[in-house]
Nanobody, 123 residues
Framework: QVQLVESGGGLVQAGGSLRLSCAAS????????MGWFRQAPGKEREFVAAISWSGGSTYYADSVKGRFTISRDNAKNTVSLPMNSLKLEDTALYSCAADPRLVVVVSATPAVWGQGTLVTVSS
């Protein structure tokens, strides 16, 4: 079965860094656009970043540009999100997602989702 498993979340102080990873199985990884989303308590889920099949195109929410970087390793079936200069407002449950169409990852709802990993930023 198709499965996405996130890891790397935790507690970090504002200004610090954290690296999230997502491991995929049960799908042809290189044929899927990948993305990261986040949802804070009481808030709607929001788009964070996306990357195309081969990694040639990336997209970011304005709130994370210059601080987060999405990358993928198709040989290892993984996508990563190193996060720098973390802010209190970055606190959320971060979920990995996949869809055959990049436009769906960027502006709609991807077909496959992971369970999420919690990121908590403290002062």
């Amino acid at each position: 079965q198709v499965q996405l498993v996130e890891s790397g979340g935790g507690l970090v102080q504002a200004g610090g860094s954290l690296r999230l990873s997502c491991a995929a199985s049960g799908l042809t990884f290189s044929s899927y656009a990948m993305g990261w989303f986040r949802q804070a308590p009481g808030k709607e889920r929001e788009f964070v970043a996306a990357i195309s099949w081969s990694g040639g195109s990336t997209y970011y929410a304005d709130s994370v540009k210059g601080r987060f970087t999405i990358s993928r390793d198709n040989a290892k079936n993984t996508v990563s999100l190193p996060m720098n200069s973390l802010k209190l407002e970055d606190t959320a449950l971060y979920s990995c997602a996949a869809d055959p169409r990049l436009v769906v990852v960027v502006s709609a709802t991807p077909a496959v989702w992971g369970q999420g990993t919690l990121v908590t930023v403290s002062s």
